[in-house]
């Protein structure tokens, strides 16, 4: 293919060989792209700060035998969330999700403009330790919209045993990790391994939140107890699909065990 361009957001980057770095890459027209940046390690290195995790970027790269070249960069925009752990750990988490989640050199522009936004939410969230509980709901909106776009939409309308539409008026549903989608009490007597407990009000606003707008989340209220309950869901049902943990959605975990 030769030199070619692309837009992207870096993803991840670490130390390779003597003076270069590895970056991973989602890219607009490549989807998740491995590129090596030629002594980018260096300090007067022209492609230092383009490589830098959460930078987006216009690429300029060059096919290479076994990893593609990074040959220069125009920076749109740098999220710089170093100074704030919470901002941080949700954007190594929202990475973390898309590099395991994403196939290699597969384009899904939907889910590129979804990353895009959810970044700009996030960096004009002001810089404040209360504000932990709306990095938390976005992280959570984050997993869900994540689902939905790479193919693991769970069906939240209808009981995935008889599928009856869901019609309680109160009280409780299931959640099936297995069937990717809730169960109505009718069919579930007893629940089952797998089976996590949702009431009606967090599935409501799992139903409101797939058709939502990323930058209207401030404005449907979450209670504590839906956020436990989305805190057991979500994570759980996109690491049953990827069957394997996720390292640093653990620790997004554990920033809101203490939460009041």
């Known amino acids: 293919m030769g030199f070619y361009k692309t837009e992207a957001v870096v993803l991840r980057n670490r130390d390779f060989r003597e003076a270069d770095q590895l970056v991973t890459l989602f890219s607009l027209d490549y989807g998740k792209i491995k590129a090596v940046a030629r002594g980018a390690r260096k300090p007067k290195s022209r492609l230092r700060g383009g490589i830098q995790a959460f930078t987006w970027n216009d690429l300029m790269l ?46 899904n522009p939907a889910l590129y403009a979804l990353f895009i936004n959810f970044l700009q939410v996030l960096d004009s969230l002001p810089d404040n330790p209360k504000m932990t509980d709306d990095y938390r709901v976005l992280s959570h909106l984050f997993e869900l919209k994540l689902a939905n776009l790479a193919g693991y939409r769970p069906d939240l309308n209808q009981c995935g045993y008889c599928q009856k539409p869901l019609t309680p008026a109160k009280g409780r549903v299931w959640f099936s990790l297995g069937l990717g989608g809730v169960v109505c009490p009718v069919c579930v007597q007893a629940p089952e391994a797998g089976f996590l407990p949702l009431s009606l009000g967090t599935l409501k606003i799992m139903q409101y939140w797939l058709g939502m707008p990323v ?17 057991r869901i979500l994570p759980a049902f996109l690491e049953y699909y990827l069957e394997q943990g996720i390292s640093s959605g653990k620790l997004v975990r554990d920033l809101g065990d203490n939460l009041p």
């Open 215 to 231: 930058q209207q989340f401030y404005r449907l209220k979450v209670t504590k107890s839906n956020r436990q309950e989305l805190k």
């Open 62 to 107: 060059h096919t290479g035998r076994n990893l593609d070249i990074i040959t220069g960069c125009d920076i749109r925009r740098s999220f710089y969330f170093r100074e704030d752990l919470d901002k941080l750990t949700n954007a190594l988490y929202w990475a973390d999700l898309l590099e395991r989640i994403l196939p290699e050199r597969e384009a």
